[in-house]
Nanobody, 123 residues
């Protein structure tokens, strides 16, 4: 059974930082893509960042490039999202997800999801 559990969300002021974590268990494929998505009320779920396990290649939405960094610790089966210079428009529920190759920014292409962690950024 595949399980993803996010943590690390919270409330910060604009310009602040947060680091999200996603603990993954039960996913046994050798090569896979893991992604972070977010969804604000009334909006569609959008891709934020992704990382391909085979090469470590990373992908970012234009809106977060230069501010967010995705990484993974294979020894701990954990995915991270370091978020710096946060803006109010970054406020959303953040989810991690996993799928087989290739990486995709489309949420509908991911089969397994965590329950989400809330990020709130005040101005």
């Amino acid at each position: 059974q595949v399980q993803l559990v996010e943590s690390g969300g919270g409330s910060v002021q604009a310009g602040g930082s947060l680091r999200l974590s996603c603990a993954v268990s039960g996913y046994t494929y050798r090569n896979y893509c893991m992604g972070w998505f977010r969804q604000a009320p009334g909006n569609e779920r959008e891709g934020v960042a992704g990382i391909y396990s085979g090469t470590g290649t990373t992908y970012y939405a234009d809106s977060v490039k230069g501010r967010f960094t995705i990484s993974q610790d294979n020894t701990k089966n954990t995915l991270y999202l370091q978020m710096n210079s946060l803006k109010p428009e970054d406020s959303a529920m953040y989810y991690c997800a996993v799928r087989g190759t290739p990486c995709s920014p489309r949420a509908s292409n991911y089969q397994y999801w965590g329950q989400g962690t809330q990020v709130s950024v005040s101005s």
